[in-house]
Antibody
């Protein structure tokens, strides 16, 4: 069955750029039906959507993070990636990759039905 | 942009019914989705599009919308239902998905 797995450094220094990759196994990322997204959860807090990408490269970003975030896709490797620059301690969180629908209207289809296990990113010098 | 509000905690005895509310906007016919997150694990979708359940989710989990409140109802609560629960909607005003702050369900 389809699985998602995040990978990347667990520790990032302040002001540096975070780079994470989500590898998709058990199925193709190049599907008409889904977007692939990144979310995060600071310790003891709630969930925040960061952004999403379609296999064609079409992206959506959270307006509050848009200036710092780039999401890209590599269909040949069946993976997608998150880059977030100017990291601070406030960005310390568990980062998840997840899948959501690509249908319309978005309010009906943008729910996250498959998640990776998550990777903890700590921002500290 | 939308701010979804949830009670921080709900407690219920085994076998009873738990109701977890989500407020902050006029839900009307808006689609609401619910996630269960057990300690140390990734979230799991339990209800989507107000009241539909993904494959494998027990019928004990149900959702509803009414006016300014959406709710997740868990019937015949079991110890294994103890978790944090999050509501999620699409924010039309700022064009992105938003989550409620989460509710911790404690099974007494």
């Amino acid at each position: 069955q389809l699985q998602l797995q995040e990978s990347g450094p667990g520790l990032v220094k302040p002001s540096e750029t975070l780079s994470l990759t989500c590898s998709v196994s058990g199925g193709s990322i190049s599907t008409y039906s889904f977007y692939w997204g990144w979310l995060r959860q600071p310790p003891g807090k709630g969930l925040e959507w960061i952004g999403s990408i379609y296999y064609s490269g079409n992206t959506y970003y959270n307006p509050s993070l848009k200036s710092r975030v780039t999401i890209s896709v590599d269909t040949s490797k069946n993976q997608f990636s998150l880059n977030m620059n100017s990291m601070t301690a406030a960005d310390t969180a568990m980062y998840f990759c997840a899948r959501h629908g690509a249908g319309w209207p978005r309010e009906r289809f943008w729910y996250f039905d498959l998640w990776g296990l998550g990777t903890l990113v700590t921002v500290s010098s | 942009s939308y701010v979804l509000t949830q009670p921080p905690s709900v407690s219920v005895a085994p076998g009873q019914t738990a109701r977890i509310a989500c407020g902050g906007i006029s839900f009307g016919t808006k689609s609401v989705h619910w996630y269960q997150q057990k300690s140390g694990q990734a979230p799991v979708l339990v209800v989507y599009d107000v009241s539909d359940r993904p494959s494998g989710i027990p019928e004990r989990f149900s959702g509803s919308n009414s006016g300014n409140t959406a709710a997740l109802t868990i019937s015949r609560v079991e110890a294994g239902d103890e978790a944090d629960y999050y509501c999620q909607v699409w924010d039309d005003s700022s064009d992105h998905p938003v989550f409620g702050g989460g509710t911790k369900l404690t099974v007494l």
